[in-house]
């Protein structure tokens, strides 16, 4: 069993920034993906960026420059930079945990708001 627990989100005027993280738990020392997607309402949960405890990291072209994933393995916690947002960043985020040992895990969600 995996949880994870998120903070961060917020309401924030467009071209500002936020910082998201998420801490999971448990100990792992095996291959593993932890990442964010984004769901803005009517839409489907689309990719944000993701990053494996090996490796290097992947992000949507929508981000892509104004984003920056970072992980501490020490703390199992990853870590959404973003900058410069637009109305169109709005959306729940979810943090995501993927492993062949444990499987796939959601975080509950945290709301972004980008509005003046």
């Known amino acids: 069993q995996v949880q994870l627990v998120e903070s961060g989100g917020g309401l924030v005027q467009p071209g500002g920034s936020l910082r998201l993280s998420c801490a999971a738990s448990?100990?792992?020392?095996?291959?593993?993906?932890m990442g964010w997607y984004r769901q803005a309402p009517g839409n489907q949960r689309e990719l944000v960026a993701s990053m494996p405890n090996v490796g290097t990291a992947t992000y949507a072209d929508s981000v892509k420059g104004r984003f920056a994933i970072s992980r501490d393995n020490a703390k199992n916690t990853v870590y959404l930079q973003m900058n410069s947002l637009k109305p169109e960043d709005t959306a729940v985020y979810y943090c995501?945990?993927?492993?062949?040992?444990?499987?796939?895990?959601w975080g509950q969600g945290t709301q972004v708001t980008v509005s003046s």
């Open positions: 995501r945990y993927y492993s062949l040992d444990y499987g796939q895990y």
């Open positions: 448990g100990s792992f020392r095996s291959f593993n993906v």
